[in-house]
């Protein structure tokens, strides 16, 4: 198995509302990552999990919460987002960070209205 | 702090022509520069990467070349195909800061005409 597996594939959600991203790989790998990608943009980092710890927060709003169950799901909570927020949110992983390939997920097409 | 360029933004080739992409890094620890490809609406996916031991390497119609000490790297695609159309991404390994970071490039969207 060599996908990593995103859902939901679309969301919509009011300001107000709280939602979950879930991501899922069974490489073994132990890095995990969320990106944010907006159109024509390239993926901006927001967090990154190594061996189930958070190991980096690009000073994302906490209104984006990671979440790190086990070695194989990574989830991103949302809560009272702004329309800026709405983008396209990846998921990532790679077998042993930045100098190792990133395996994306399909991506989470997030629509705050 | 640490940044990747690339130029052009935007490419048109002919059918059958070759496409060549242009980076730039500022981390003089970088050692690892993957290249993904992103068609609309699809996932990023690597097409190659290399490493700062390599000064080239190359993958059917996709060659990448690295000069490591003039901070730069290219992709270059021969015998381009209507589904080379994407937009290409290149990256660089923020080693000095992060061993978990990579950084981007702005991205270039590349069109072949048929």
Known sequence: ?113 | GENVEQHPSTLSVQEGDSAVIKCTYSDSASNYFPWYKQELGKRPQLIIDIRSNVGEKKDQRIAVTLNKTAKHFSLHITETQPEDSAVYFCAADAMKTSYDKVIFGPGTSLSVIP
Not at chain 1, 31 to 47: G, I, N, T, V
Request: net charge positive; hydrophobic share 30%; proline share 7%.
């Open chain 1, 1 to 113: 198995d060599t996908e990593v597996t995103q859902t939901p594939k679309h969301l919509v959600m009011g300001m107000t509302n709280k939602k979950s991203l879930k991501c899922e790989q069974h490489m073994g790998h132990r890095a995990m990552y969320w990106y944010k990608q907006k159109a024509k943009k390239p993926p901006e980092l927001m967090f990154v999990y190594s061996y189930e710890k958070l190991s980096i927060n690009e000073s994302v709003p906490s209104r984006f919460s990671p979440e790190c169950p086990n070695s194989s799901l990574l989830n991103l909570h949302l809560h009272a987002l702004q329309p800026e927020d709405s983008a396209l949110y990846l998921c990532a992983s790679s077998p042993a960070g930045s100098n190792t390939e990133a395996f994306f997920g399909q991506g989470t097409r997030l629509t705050v209205v």
